[in-house]
């Protein structure tokens, strides 16, 4: 920290922070047209001159961007500083008379007619008064590079290349938003929303977080979610070896910084979005392939998301990024989804590991954690439809069927891959570790397609942040997620604003509804794009309405009960000894604090089939208490009332559940 005295005030600041900021921060204002915060400053109208004493001297400069690096003194309204001003003002003025925010300020420095007369003046109130807010907004915060100053002097204007219309603008409509003084306008919007000026304030509010405080929080910018790999695994919940360890010593192969300075393409518009100020899909351009049909060809790879670098690496024991690539490509270029491949692989050399699998069963491939070869193979052979590349390829649920039914399997080795077999409903696990998470084990186990994090993502509330210690707790939370990001998807809009940006000022919170900021953004902007006011609560109920039509289409079927909402109980704790060691002091201590069990002189086998009886019993109590919350009975099926009180009583609907 450094100290410093602006007009007579101390403060102490950190080093590099601008004198317009420090001065900010005293509640002292410094005059300027051409700095906002989302963006470098450079000090293009001069107007917020100040005089910095620095030792004996004293001079002038533009406080937006110099930065502070050592005590000094500043006077924000010296009688020269003001002279500057003024000065600056009247020939603004002079060429802009009619622009609002140009008259009040040289009202407020006594100038009320200019004596200059500017060749060029412009008697538009939204004329354009060159502060280049626009130009920045379309390199730093879109990283388009769309628009740009030409000429010099008296002819410098804003123009498109070669001042034409440029077809590459995705009308996202940063510039409109950030210019001052209304000169840039949006002509045309194809989606024709009833309320244009409102879709644009909540989206501006968007934009102006991620250019502000994205690099500091997940840098969805510059590596995508694949940011989340090193924090998955510092808090010991990046899945290892089929999900039996959260850690290892060999992760920082597979963290985001490896993937930022050596392969992710830095500094382009990559939003799966046009316009998407977060641009967070990543892409890995002239990487040479080194397997398959196409080795030895450079490609673009469209990623790589943390759900790849977890699943293609650390779950099948890999710690290589370069694997993770080669598999993000062939699996994109396959069609086959990477985190049923990496799931669905880790099991299978889990079953190899433990007899399972032999070379004979896989037609001669050796099935073990951390084969980069055999993995690679088998992907290649999902891909051709051929060898036991096909057997992997059908997804955990049908290969535990297969090898049931195939391998002569005893009762014990049976239970051993249902309880290791990492699938809901048919849907293999994405990457994380849920052993200590109950309320994740609910978002996966109780999701109505599976086991998938779209529906509760809820491992940070619960296990790390605590913000959701009992049942009811953990049952309110997964009521109120999937009705969340149900919604997302039923408005094909992205869900990361409302989980993976945060406004500075944003306090920590029980409420499961995130951001309330950024739900009041969504509320605003459905209603803005449909005319049809709503508030987060009829989001809710939006959402509600769907979900449960969703659980009982699933009871016609067949499903959509308790029984279907089984997880496997790697999924709830540990199944092996090795498991149960790697983690014996936390677990020993949950049992004695939590169960009061005495596990003196027990062994850990004994200890860790206590523990299952535990957390088994839990799980249930969990679904007890979410069924009540959701309004369904307690098998898990939805009330003919609660559909009545969502106004999804049809007949067709009532029909199906008077048989329950």
Known sequence: MIDIIIDGKKISVKEETTIMDAAKKLNIDIPGLCHRSTVEAYGACRLCV????????????TSCNYPIRKS???NTQSERVRKTRGMLLEMMLSRWPNVDMIKQLAKEYGIIQTRFIHPLIDYSSNACILCGLCVNACSEIMWEDIIGFAGRGESRRVVMPFEKHYDACVGCSTCANICPTGAIKMIDDPNQPVDSKRIMKYGSIIADEMALMDEEQCDMRGVGTAHLAQIMNDYDLFPTCNYKFGSHKDACGLHSDVFKKKYITQGLPDGCWLGCSMSCAKAVEGYELKTGPYKGEKVLIDGPEYETVAGCGANMGIFNPEFVLEANFYCDTYGIDTISFGTGMAFAMECYENGILNKERTGGMEFKFGNEEVGMEALHQ???GEGFGVIVGQGIRRMKQIFAEKFDL???????????GMEAKGMEYSEYVTKESLAMQGGYGLALKGAQHDEAWLIFMDMV????????DKAEALHYFPMFRTWFGLMGLCKLPWNDVEPADNAETDEPAKVPGHVEGYVNFFSAMTGKEIDKHELILQSERVYNFQRVFNYRLGFGT???????????????????ESRAERYDKQLVEKWGYDIKGKTSGEKRDY????????YQK???AVYKRRGWNNNGVPTIQKMKELGMDLHSVVEVLKRV
């Open 611 to 618: 523990l299952r009886k535990m957390r088994e019993s839990d």
């Open 562 to 580: 308790r029984e279907h909402d089984s997880i496997p109980y790697r999924s709830a704790g540990p199944v092996t000894i090795e498991e149960y």
């Open 50 to 61: 100040v005089d910095v004493i620095d030792g004996r001297k004293t001079r002038m400069v």
């Open 465 to 472: 942040n605590n913000q959701i210690p009992t049942f009811e």
């Open 382 to 384: 999902m891909g051709r």
């Open 410 to 420: 005893t009762e014990e080795q049976i239970q051993f891959i249902q309880d290791i």
């Open 622 to 624: 969990l679904c007890d």
């Open 72 to 74: 000094i003194e500043v």
